[in-house]
């Protein structure tokens, strides 16, 4: 059974990286066509799509991030992952790793960075 | 970029009601619209795709409908097991780019 699980630091201070992985069981991430997704959901913007990454590495990212967004895949460790640079307190969100592009297929579990000094 | 509205934003139902939820956008998006259901601390769950589609293993008594830049989401006969959070999801295929819906909030009368 598909399952997406999201690691990294709960708190982040304003101005760094914030950095996610995404470990997936279930599936191979190689062994499909899939895209792998990242989406957050705050009080102020609600469900927000960050940026997508392909297996082969190929990515789409929102406008309005793409200037501070890095995503990529790690095949031999199945796995992806998000860094996000010069955090504000905007930022802060519950962070879901999810797989599927267009249509969202399969979730995580989520979660929360909080961006504060 | 598409601007997506939904409305109500929140609604009261008995056990047994018909639930009706709009989704509109902005601009025409064919049928790339999807709906999911969040319950209180998960991850959301597709439900709908590509406007009426049923996804595998959801209840059919959900159903969505509509194309261009009006479409619904229907519960047909409200359960316990349905209170959540349901959000309309529209995509763009090229390039790929996703946004969301604010939600609307169902709970018990």
């Known amino acids: 059974q598909l399952q997406l699980q999201e690691s990294g630091p709960g708190l982040v201070k304003p101005s760094e990286t914030l950095s996610l992985t995404c470990t997936v069981s279930g599936d191979s991430i190689s062994s499909n066509h899939f895209y792998w997704s990242w989406i957050r959901q705050s009080p102020r913007k609600g469900l927000e799509w960050i940026g997508s990454?392909?297996?082969?590495?190929?990515?789409y990212y929102n406008p309005s991030l793409k200037s501070r967004v890095t995503m990529s895949i790690g095949t031999s460790h199945n796995h992806f992952s998000l860094r996000l640079k010069s955090v504000t307190a905007a930022d802060t969100a519950v962070y879901f790793c999810?797989?599927?592009?267009?249509?969202?297929?399969?979730w995580g579990q989520g979660t929360l960075v909080t961006v504060s000094s | 970029d598409i601007q997506m509205t939904q409305s109500p934003s929140s609604l009261s139902a008995s056990i047994g009601d018909r639930v009706t939820i709009t989704c509109q956008a902005s601009q025409d998006i064919s049928n790339y619209l999807n709906w999911y259901q969040q319950k209180p601390g998960k991850a959301p769950k597709l439900l709908i795709y590509d406007a009426s589609n049923l996804e595998a293993g959801v209840p059919s008594r959900f159903s969505g409908s509509g194309s261009g830049t009006h479409f619904t989401f229907t519960i047909s006969s409200l359960q316990r097991d349905d209170i959540a959070t349901y959000f309309c999801?529209?995509?763009?295929?090229?390039?790929?780019?996703?946004?969301f819906g604010p939600g609307t909030k169902v709970d018990f009368k």
């Open positions: 999801q529209q995509y763009h295929n090229v390039p790929p780019r996703i946004t």
């Open positions: 990454v392909s297996y082969s590495g190929g990515t």
């Open positions: 999810a797989r599927g592009l267009t249509t969202v297929y399969f």
